[in-house]
């Protein structure tokens, strides 16, 4: 029987789920191999042909380390909270579960007919309370511990606890707030809970602050920077102000130096692991303190001092050296001091300034270098070093979360400071030798001398920097300082699709539910908006308090809660004791191969790698890095087809349509048209005309009898009508057939243009390798007979290429290597069982069906392909020990002689003139002389 791939595909799918086939085993003896790909979240137009390009190359990987002996484990969920569906849920009333549900099942339908070799037992669901029950235990861990600075490492709020009760702050080096008091242990002794509790949230790794974010009115929600751009939402393209809100944030800058340094031990791509080392931003320089002109604090009394402390602001430079060329300060627009600072004279313009800088978002603001603004508070200060008096700005390039708010301005040292400088007309007090420019200024390699630099004149950088920050310290005003451009992370969302947080307010501070009060379930509500006094939605729910009184938190946590830790619940998703059992962390410990999009680079990546060092710091991780290897697939991009209609002569469409070629001729608009309809970039007009009504009586100029498209690569998506159905493909072609055509387009990592036109070929070559198995009158039929040579060199030279390409995830250059060998092999009429079960093998982690169904028709067991054994590879059979040798006769080449590499002369002569058809070249002549150059050519003259 010919290739019949959907009856083929079809029952192998149902054998594998019947069967359970690719569940992992708990704890096996095989060494572990743990694949995972970036789970999805489940939009409702499913998959299209670029989705799965990531998931198809960890399926080869998977089913390839099966068959290398490995116990692997290749997992696949949802990330099923999420903006979209709520979106969906606020303008038609459904809830969002129902929508995502629905999603979900198309996305399983697809997933199944491609062949995925998926744990299904292990799926998970972040939005389903029994996965987000452990995301809500892991946020209390977070909220009941401190970052410990002594010990590099987070531990439980009661070791703090305990060192107030034995020692007040004095010995305590954590990583906090900047407003914590200083106490001693009968201090501590005589707060009350609720301020013991104000003062623990100071150092809680998750807790609650006033924080400048992205809100977003039009959606009623809080966004990340990386779903605003140019201060719009994303999803909707409303607009974003910058404004100030009580957030819960997470305090990830305590590990930023693990963050960095585990960077160095990981297979990552360079580009992600440098996005994330300048997210991150480490700093070494010197926090400054300049006294604010004429303004003192109130009196504090304590028992070590009753001195007055005067008003200041602290800046952090990474160019201390610099200090005596500061003519001006800024503040960032959202700094808590601004409006305190503003002199009246000012007011009015400060007040403008900052309703036009709440219009950009944060990212805008940094990566706008071109524009100068700012406005004058009407406030100086002193520098501490020179004494001298400077005027106080604000201005957008300063952000109030990064160091202290405020950044010290040096005209001759910095470019961007001098293009402030010189367009607000502030002074520029030249500090270095007159010679240098601004921008060998800024290089502190290059040493100049000093120059109004007071006491660091005639000395090198080094020298300056070292004595400067001794003598800033010993005068309490500043001091060296590493600082971080990373900030904490904004910890929740003023939506209802999310998890709850399990956290419960009396007299206005945070408390834990009780862990066997978990799941806090997500709440039902009437309506998906904010209430009409601005709440969250969650602010809708009916009788939904804590012991009946206490109000809930009524933010939700962002996306990339869920995602920051599943890849733990998928090592044990179903045990309802522990997120993980100790023993199946400590069998499977981490991901050895990660695939997913290089988009997450400071988001998800970066946040998983925090929430996973918390983890270890508190012994339930193994490992310090959570994913060994990343690999980040390239883009599909579309191929769009376009029509040309013909507009009249005062510029008005027409109904006439030209074909591509011929459209110079005519004044066109180019016309996306749905690349379902096109075939091999011919149009199909029946199928046009019924496409859209207006397109009903089309009219068409056609070159050669058929209508030619235009061609463009672009982004695939539903607006450009070049979105290929995976599902239209593989009824056409199979699912094998897809699964080879995607790593036959090229480079997994690289982007590359999706064209059906090709994928007919892959399809051949499939019915091909089928043909092999059978004869002319498609029966099953092979030989036992022993393989030659030759058979054996192509087997070989197969098993080397494929095993060496997907070791380098060289996916695409093995779909080649395929063809050339099934074409070798039938070319050989090869028939052998045992080079055929081998190829079977071979081949199966990139086409599974056809090979199962060949795999049972050689006398196998069904399903135990899977788990068979890659064959191996001999180098022997790679070893020529024979050669076609070109036999000329007077120069002119007649025929080729196979002979082995062993031959001497005498011997090769007497076989030569022993061969029929050498003799029929001679015509009863006799050589002359016979020229031999062993591995080269046999030349005869006669």
């Excluded at 733990?568 to 990660?594: C, P, Q, T």
Aim: with cysteine; charged share 25%; hydrophobic share 35%.
């Amino acid at each position: 029987m010919d290739y019949q791939f959907k009856e083929i595909e079809k029952k192998w799918q149902k054998f594998w789920a019947d069967n359970q086939t690719f569940k992992a085993e708990p704890n096996s003896e095989k060494p572990k191999y743990y694949v995972l790909d970036m789970f999805p979240y489940p939009s409702g137009a499913g998959l299209h042909v670029g989705h799965p390009l990531g998931y198809i190359a960890s399926d080869i990987f998977s089913r390839y380390k099966r068959l290398k002996g490995f116990n692997v484990l290749h997992p696949m969920g949802y990330d099923s909270f999420g903006l979209p569906a709520e979106q969906y849920a606020i303008q038609t009333g459904q809830h969002p579960a129902i929508t995502t549900e629905a999603n979900i099942a198309t996305y399983r339908r697809q997933l199944d007919q491609i062949g995925f070799s998926f744990d299904w037992s292990r799926e998970v669901r972040t939005s389903e309370s029994s996965y987000y029950k452990w995301t809500q235990w892991i946020f209390m861990q977070l909220f009941n511990s401190w970052y410990n600075i002594e010990n590099d490492r987070a531990e439980d709020i009661t070791t703090l606890i305990e060192k107030f009760n034995a020692s007040g702050t004095a010995d305590v080096k954590a990583v906090c707030d900047d407003d914590v008091k200083s106490f001693l242990p009968s201090d501590w002794a005589t707060f009350s809970d609720e301020e013991r509790q104000e003062e623990l949230l100071k150092y809680r790794l998750t807790y609650l602050k006033e924080s400048t974010v992205n809100w977003c009115p039009a959606l009623g929600t809080v966004l990340a920077n990386d779903e605003v751009k140019d201060g719009f939402s994303e999803r909707g393209g409303h607009p974003v102000e910058q404004k100030k809100m009580m957030q819960w944030s997470m305090r990830i800058t305590a590990y930023a130096d693990r963050l960095l340094q585990g960077l160095d031990t990981i297979d990552w791509p360079e580009p992600i692991k440098e996005m994330q080392r300048n997210w991150i931003g480490k700093s070494v320089g010197a926090s400054v303190k300049f006294a604010v002109d004429n303004s003192q604090l109130a009196v504090e009394e304590t028992e070590n001092s009753n001195l007055k402390t005067e008003k200041y602001i602290e800046v952090f430079t990474t160019r201390v050296d610099t200090i005596f060329g500061v003519s001006y300060l800024v503040l960032a627009p959202e700094h808590e001091w601004v409006a305190e600072l503003t002199t009246p004279a000012q007011k009015q313009d400060v007040e403008n300034y900052i309703a036009q800088t709440k219009k950009k978002s944060e990212l805008d603001r940094m990566a706008d270098t071109k524009t100068v603004s700012g406005a004058f508070t009407g406030t100086y200060v002193i520098n501490p070093v020179s004494g001298e008096r400077v005027q106080l700005w604000i201005a957008d390039y300063v952000l109030a979360g990064y160091g202290t708010g405020a950044v010290m301005g040096v005209p001759s040292g910095d470019q961007r400071d001098w293009l402030f400088a010189t367009h607000f007309n502030l002074p520029i007090i030249q500090i270095l030798d007159a010679q240098q420019n601004i921008d060998e200024q800024a290089d502190p390699t290059k040493e100049g001398k000093y120059i109004n630099s007071g006491f660091i004149n005639g000395l090198t950088y080094k020298e300056a920097v070292d004595f400067l920050n001794n003598w800033l310290e010993e005068k309490g005003v500043g001091k060296a300082k590493v600082n971080f451009r990373q900030r904490d992370a904004i910890f929740g969302r003023q939506r209802y699709w999310g998890e709850p947080i399990p956290v419960y307010f009396k007299d206005g501070l945070p408390y834990l539910l009780k862990e066997e009060e978990l799941p806090l379930i997500l709440p039902e509500i009437d309506k998906y908006l904010p209430t009409e006094t601005g709440e969250p939605p969650l602010g809708r729910a009916e009788d939904w308090k804590y012991d009946g009184k206490y109000e809930y938190e009524l933010s939700t946590m962002p996306g990339w809660a869920g995602s920051s830790w599943y890849w733990y619940r998928y090592m044990d998703a179903n045990n309802n004791a522990d997120f993980a059992s100790k023993e199946a962390i400590d069998y499977w410990k981490d991901v050895d191969l990660y695939i997913g999009g290089s988009e997450h680079a400071t988001g998800h990546l970066l946040y998983s790698r925090f929430w996973n060092k918390f983890l270890k710091d508190l012994g339930y991780a193994k490992e310090e890095e959570p994913f060994k290897k990343l690999i980040n697939q390239g883009m599909i991009q579309g191929r769009s087809n376009f029509v040309y209609r013909i507009n009249d002569e005062q510029g008005k469409p027409t109904n006439t349509y030209v074909s591509a070629g011929l459209r110079k001729e005519y004044n066109t608009t180019a016309l996306h048209v749905d690349v379902n309809i096109v075939e091999n970039d011919t149009l199909d007009l029946n199928k046009f005309k019924a496409w859209r009504e207006e397109y009903a009586h089309a009219e068409f100029i056609l070159e050669g009898g058929k209508y030619v498209c235009g061609v463009e690569v672009e982004k695939m998506s539903k607006s450009k009508f070049n979105v290929v159905n995976p599902d239209d493909l593989i009824e056409r072609y199979g699912a094998d057939t897809l699964r080879m055509y995607e790593m036959f387009l090229g480079p997994l990592e690289q982007s590359k243009p999706w064209n059906t036109n090709g994928i007919e070929g892959v399809f051949k070559f499939l019915r091909k390798f089928w043909r092999l198995f059978h004869n002319e009158a498609w029966e099953f039929t092979v030989s036992d007979a022993e393989p030659t040579k030759a058979e054996l060199k192509a087997l070989h030279k197969i098993i080397k290429k494929v095993q060496d390409d997907i070791e380098r995830f060289s996916f695409n250059t093995s779909v080649s290597s395929f063809m050339i060998a099934v074409n070798e092999l039938t070319d050989l009429k090869c028939n052998k069982r045992s080079i055929l079960q081998d190829m079977v093998v071979i081949l199966s982690p990139y086409a599974p069906h056809i090979c199962e169904e060949l795999w049972v028709q050689l006398g196998n067991e069904a399903g135990s392909l899977s788990y068979a054994a890659f064959p191996t590879f001999n180098p022997e059979h790679l070893v020529e020990d024979e050669f076609a040798y070109p036999v000329s006769i007077n120069g002119k080449m007649k025929m080729n002689l196979n002979l082995s590499l062993t031959l001497a002369q005498p011997e090769v002569e007497t076989i030569l003139l022993a061969n029929e058809q050498f003799q029929k070249f001679l015509d009863d002549k006799a050589p002359k002389k016979i020229i031999f150059v062993k591995g080269k050519i046999i030349n005869v003259v006669v």
